[in-house]
């Protein structure tokens, strides 16, 4: 038989290296841009307030916002300070104002909904109060409990799902492709289900953190 000659090998380019060093700078240059652009400077858009309070009180209440924030915030009046408690509480409203004939008025806010949008509503609410010569009392529908004190358990409960699910995903895919599709199904049906009771063990049982909605939060 006759010798088959083997062509000599051409060297391996480094060319896709840097092409995957390039291409992961821009994936890192469009998510700055993109969560920078969204929290460098953050502002009210639409937020909605409940306010129960004379008619009088709330027209110049609009006027004075609309002039503060334009677009930031929406006033919906409410019959009464439970119906803003209640508006609140069901984030119908992100916060809201109840305002009697004489003395002290209410800010509602739901610490549980975010601090930033507390901060917000309390800010426009206490200025508002300061132009009124009004005292300020906040009152919070929803507060944040003993152990999440700044609400960052539920950025924690998203990280603690995403980075297993991507590395998760990858190995699935790499080691199951000579499976049959349900076998694979049924592996990442396994991994969601396990994945979401430890993270809910962790953060609701362990640390007491996310509580009151187990079930729902898996």
Same mark, same amino acid.
């Given at each position: 038989?006759?010798?088959? @000659?083997?062509?000599? %090998? %051409?060297?391996?380019?480094?060319? =896709?290296?840097?092409?995957?060093?390039?291409?992961?700078?821009?994936?890192?240059?469009?998510? !700055?841009?993109?969560?920078?652009?969204?929290?460098?400077?953050?502002?009210?858009?639409?937020?909605? $307030?409940?306010?129960?309070?004379?008619?009088?009180?709330?027209? &110049?209440?609009?006027?004075?916002?609309?002039?503060? &924030?334009?677009?930031?915030?929406? *006033?919906?009046?409410?019959?009464?300070?439970?119906?803003?408690?209640?508006?609140? =509480?069901?984030?119908?409203?992100?916060?809201? +104002?109840?305002?009697?004939?004489?003395?002290?008025?209410?800010?509602? @806010?739901?610490?549980?909904?975010?601090?930033?949008?507390?901060?917000?509503? !309390?800010?426009? +609410?206490?200025?508002?109060? @300061?132009?009124?010569?009004?005292? /300020?009392?906040?009152?919070?529908?929803?507060?944040?409990?003993?152990?999440?004190?700044?609400? +960052?358990?539920?950025?924690?409960? &998203?990280?603690?799902?995403?980075?297993?699910?991507?590395?998760?995903?990858?190995?699935?895919? +790499?080691?199951?492709? %000579?499976? %049959?599709?349900?076998?694979?199904?049924? /592996?990442?049906? $396994?991994?969601?289900?396990?994945?979401?009771? /430890?993270?809910?063990?962790?953060?609701?049982? *362990?640390?007491?953190?996310? @509580?009151?909605?187990?079930?729902?939060?898996?």
């Amino acid at each position: 038989m006759p010798e088959t @000659t083997r062509l000599p %090998r %051409r060297p391996s380019s480094p060319a =896709r290296l840097f092409a995957i060093s390039v291409a992961a700078a821009l994936v890192g240059l469009i998510l !700055t841009l993109s969560f920078g652009f969204a929290d460098h400077a953050p502002a009210p858009h639409g937020v909605r $307030l409940a306010v129960s309070a004379p008619a009088q009180f709330i027209r &110049e209440l609009s006027a004075g916002l609309a002039h503060a &924030e334009p677009g930031g915030f929406s *006033v919906v009046a409410e019959p009464s300070g439970q119906a803003v408690a209640d508006s609140v =509480r069901v984030q119908s409203a992100a916060g809201g +104002l109840v305002v009697g004939p004489a003395g002290p008025v209410t800010i509602v @806010t739901a610490g549980a909904a975010g601090a930033s949008q507390q901060q917000a509503v !309390t800010a426009a +609410l206490t200025a508002v109060a @300061t132009a009124s010569h009004r005292q /300020a009392r906040p009152l919070d529908v929803a507060p944040l409990p003993a152990s999440d004190r700044v609400g +960052l358990s539920v950025f924690v409960f &998203e990280i603690g799902l995403l980075l297993p699910s991507v590395i998760g995903g990858i190995g699935l895919f +790499l080691a199951g492709r %000579r499976f %049959r599709i349900w076998w694979r199904i049924a /592996a990442a049906a $396994l991994y969601a289900a396990l994945v979401g009771c /430890a993270a809910v063990f962790v953060l609701d049982v *362990v640390y007491g953190a996310l @509580t009151g909605a187990g079930a729902a939060l898996i």
